[in-house]
């Protein structure tokens, strides 16, 4: 009986020895190598070099300015030939604002223009009576210049009027709306028939280039400069900011990206952007490098007996498609070998 128990006790201390044993091989975490995969391929020395903090912002397309048609006299807008997308021309009439009121004005000018001439053509016709006789020693001096002044009185009258039927005239003829600059119609939704007041926005047109208007966070804005690097979701190349906005609106910094390839008949689509603002110490490698399995990215780094193992790593997008930043899993002076499947 005691042998079995002494037995039992030598077993039972075996299976806790190997049971330690397995928890403590469990408990490690270092990467094992990988018997399968050969060491042989591209190898790459891993290095840190300066990289962009890139930042996600929002973007809007739009036009470096737009332009305002405003209404320069009150009344009726009888005709408006362009709509929202139109091209314009910079002095293009577009429309005609009609004022009923400036017709009887411009007809009682006339009217008063035309009996000023008359009064003038009489006195006109008196002075030279006046001057005969004065000639002729029939009146005085006095009565000369007397019809002299009169004549020139009447002449000044029909000047007066004159000009008052050419102001409004004048003031008709700015009934007409005219485009203020070359560009796109943005907005027209003020329907014939309409009554405007001096000022009202009849249209809205873009002017100036079509550019990427960025919203920064006032905190972000304070690190960006005019050059900066700008990449824009679904767009090839890279754009630069080439204006800030010395004004916050809402907790929101605005500024300006030239980039090509912007579709200008799209004024105010909302696009996702990435600004680069700063930089930062990281290690930027081939995707080729990179495997992924299960949803994860693995690398295979060189081990000094000359093979490889399997390393887990945390990626983010670099600049370059074809490369990524490794954000964690291996340091600078690992070589990683290519080749895996």
């Known amino acids: 009986m005691k042998g079995m128990q002494g ?23 270092k990467p094992v190598p990988d018997a399968g995969v050969s060491a042989n391929g591209p190898r790459l020395t891993v290095t840190a070099s300066d990289t962009p903090d890139w930042q996600s912002v929002s973007a809007e397309v739009t036009s470096q300015d737009q332009a305002q048609v405003l209404a320069r006299i009150p009344g009726l807008l009888t005709s408006l030939s362009v709509r929202a997308g139109d091209m314009v021309r910079q002095g ?14 411009s007809a009682a000018y006339g ?28 009146y005085a001096k006095a009565r000369l210049e007397q019809a002299e002044a009169s004549a020139s009185a009447a002449a000044a009258q029909t000047r007066a009027a004159h000009a008052q039927q050419a102001s409004i ?9 005219v485009a203020p600059a070359n560009g796109r119609v943005l907005r027209a939704d003020v329907p014939a028939g309409s ?43 890279e754009g630069s900011v080439t204006r800030i906005y010395p004004a916050v609106t809402a907790g929101q910094v605005s500024a300006d990206v030239a980039m090509a390839g912007l579709d200008s008949s799209l004024i105010g689509r909302r696009m996702a952007a990435q600004l680069a603002a700063g930089i930062h110490r990281g290690i930027i490698v081939p995707r080729a490098f990179i495997v992924t399995r299960y949803g994860l990215d693995y690398v295979q780094v060189a081990t000094k007996s000359g093979g490889v ?21 291996v340091n600078a002076g690992d070589v990683l070998v290519g080749g895996a499947s």
């Open 92 to 105: 293009q009439v577009i429309g005609r604002i009609a004022d009923s009121q400036l017709t009887y004005q």
């Open 7 to 29: 037995r039992g006790l030598t077993v039972g201390a075996l299976g806790v020895a190997l049971m330690a044993a397995t928890l403590q091989g469990c408990g490690q975490d």
């Open 195 to 237: 009554p405007v007041v001096p000022g009202m926005v009849v249209a809205v047109v873009t002017s100036g280039p079509v550019v990427l208007r960025l919203d920064l966070p006032e905190g972000l804005a304070a690190k960006v400069k005019p050059g900066a690097r700008v990449r824009v979701d679904g767009m090839s190349g």
């Open 309 to 329: 193992m399997q390393v887990p790593v945390q990626t983010s997008p670099a600049a370059d498609a074809k490369s990524v930043e490794i954000l964690s899993g």
């Open 169 to 177: 005239r004048a003031m008709a003829g700015n009934g007409a709306v």
């Open 111 to 138: 009217a008063q223009a035309a009996a000023a001439q008359a009064q003038a053509a009489q006195a006109k016709a008196e002075l030279d009576r006046v001057k005969f006789l004065a000639a002729n020693g029939v």
